[in-house]
């Protein structure tokens, strides 16, 4: 597309300016994929902050769309939440025309897809934040058996949390007996795509992760068939798109990187 050699798509990020984990999405996402990433004011995390991010969302969008790309993803799973995710996609459409999609909506469509009801929470948030999730979860037909995480105040706390501590965290709060379905990771400000079969392999249940979810929620929304497996069973091929029709990704060529 665009004259890009090797690209299929281009895809729009807003992601918070402090977090660190904003290439988690292009590391796993098929070839021909590409993100490019507008940053949004955030340093602390909490409600208020939270509702801050989405304050000048026209103006970061706008910024995405001059890069013509196709489809713009707002990835912050709390800010999503708490300001409302139709909200947020109205808002982005109305200033740039493009569709958009958000980390929440991708969560909870992610776990619906899996077949998830009761699910053990996982997260770096503070305990405002955490119970506000649950809520939200609740609401939406889930019910959280359990639930923790480090509590994290900045979203470099957040992103600072080795990726080898995760699985650690996931045995303590889904040990034997757990009647949860699934595990979620919830915060696209973590490292965990590089041990999410570790994980799954921790817990011996599916896990959905916040960037993992937005990657196929964004596949999903542009008919891009893929399959994924070391990042978890929501991005291996039993949960692609089926059918004809879809649109393959294209290979990278000419030494395309990856980010």
């Not at 965290?169 to 757990?178: F, M, Q, Y």
């Amino acid at each position: 597309m665009g004259g890009e050699r090797g690209i299929s798509a281009r895809v729009g990020q807003l992601y918070p300016s402090g977090g660190l984990c904003d290439h988690e999405v292009q590391v796993m996402a098929p070839p021909g994929v590409r993100f490019l990433t507008t940053r949004m004011p955030f340093a602390r995390t909490g409600v208020v902050d939270d509702l801050r991010l989405v304050d000048d969302l026209e103006a970061h969008a706008s910024l995405l769309a001059d890069a013509e790309v196709e489809l713009i993803a707002f990835n912050c799973t709390a800010a999503s939440m708490l300001a409302g995710s139709e909200h947020i996609t109205r808002r982005i459409h109305a200033a740039t025309g493009l569709p958009a999609v958000t980390t929440i909506d991708a969560v909870v469509e992610g776990l619906r897809a899996l077949g998830a009801r009761t699910i053990a929470l996982l997260d770096p948030y503070p305990w405002e934040v955490e119970r506000r999730e649950i809520d939200y979860l609740r609401r939406h037909g889930f019910d959280v058996v359990a639930h923790g995480g480090p509590e994290c105040h900045s979203p470099v706390e957040q992103g600072s949390i080795p990726p080898e501590r995760w699985p650690a965290e996931a045995r303590t709060l889904v040990g034997p007996g757990s009647d949860a379905d699934a595990l979620l990771i919830s915060c696209a400000g973590t490292q965990v795509a590089a041990v999410l079969d570790e994980l799954e392999r921790t817990v011996h249940r599916p896990v959905v992760a916040s960037n993992q979810a937005l990657v196929w929620k964004v596949l999903r929304t542009l008919g891009i068939s893929h399959d994924l497996p070391r990042y978890g069973r929501l991005l291996s091929a039993a949960h692609s798109l089926p059918g004809p029709g879809l649109r393959p990704a294209t290979p990278r060529t000419g030494g395309e990187s990856p980010s």
